[in-house]
T-cell receptor, first 114, second 121 residues
Framework: DAKTTQPPSMDCAEGRAANLPCNHSTISGNEYVYWYRQIHSQGPQYIIH???NNETNEMASLIITEDRKSSTLILPHATLRDTAVYYC???????????????FGQGTILTVHP | GAVVSQHPSRVICKSGTSVKIECRSL??????MFWYRQFPKKSLMLMATSNEGSKATYEQGVEKDKFLINHASLTLSTLTVTSAHPEDSSFYIC?????????????????FGSGTRLTVV
């Protein structure tokens, strides 16, 4: 699976949009981009994933560049509870019985300030 | 949504004893589960992939005899830390892969347990 690069930390004011970048310049055509977050001392929580189209759900939006070499996770109105470590992961889609393990990088520590 | 229950959430054991951690998928069948460990302020490190009815696949550098994994049913995987020592103290997290819908297996979701804090004294 391709590796990802994320800034180690970011700050955001409460109520503002948090834009978390991720570089995955070696991504292959069959690899999806996943975002997870981990609040202190809890298991990771799924946020969103996508292949090449922009995606939106109740938690966030995912913007993937046309060349798929980078993406941005957007939390539209950050709250204090969004303070967490955010992980960008790429994973190959191999179909059928692929084990498809998730490999975590260092992630971005997002701190939301009042 | 899918729920994965991990038990216990915290455990303190004496050096030399063994500890078993359970990971259950509550509302779906998981043919594949994953075990991770995490040191303070570090990222999750995959230890092994647990497959129902077969032997686990361990990542390079992970001792098979030290970390015994059993996946006896479609809803339960266990990790046993044998002869635990203080350096085994860590946060252990399991994950279960949900079956995809239809042919698009990329929609497989990965649901994580809440983790187990192991302290070996």
């Amino acid at each position: 699976d391709a590796k990802t690069t994320q800034p180690p930390s970011m700050d955001c004011a409460e109520g503002r949009a948090a834009n978390l970048p991720c570089n995955h310049s070696t991504i292959s055509g069959n690899e999806y981009v996943y975002w997870y977050r981990q609040i202190h001392s809890q298991g990771p929580q799924y946020i969103i994933h996508g292949l090449k189209n922009n995606e939106t759900n109740e938690m966030a939006s995912l913007i993937i560049t046309e060349d798929r070499k980078s993406s941005t996770l957007i939390l539209p109105h950050a709250t204090l509870r969004d303070t967490a470590v955010y992980y960008c992961i790429v994973r190959a889609y191999a179909g059928g019985t692929s084990y498809g393990k998730l490999t975590f990088g260092q992630g971005t520590i997002l701190t939301v300030h009042p | 949504g899918a729920v994965v229950s991990q038990h216990p959430s915290r455990v303190i054991c004496k050096s030399g004893t063994s500890v078993k951690i359970e990971c259950r998928s509550l509302d779906f069948q998981a043919t594949t589960m994953f075990w991770y460990r995490q040191f303070p302020k570090k990222s999750l490190m995959l230890m092994a992939t647990s497959n129902e009815g077969s032997k686990a696949t361990y990542e390079q550098g992970v001792e098979k005899d030290k970390f015994l994994i059993n996946h006896a049913s479609l809803t339960l995987s266990t990790l046993t830390v044998t002869s635990a020592h203080p350096e085994d103290s860590s946060f252990y997290i399991c994950s279960a892969r949900e079956p995809g819908t239809g042919y698009v297996s990329a929609n497989y979701g990965y649901t994580f347990g809440s983790g187990t804090r192991l302290t070996v004294v």
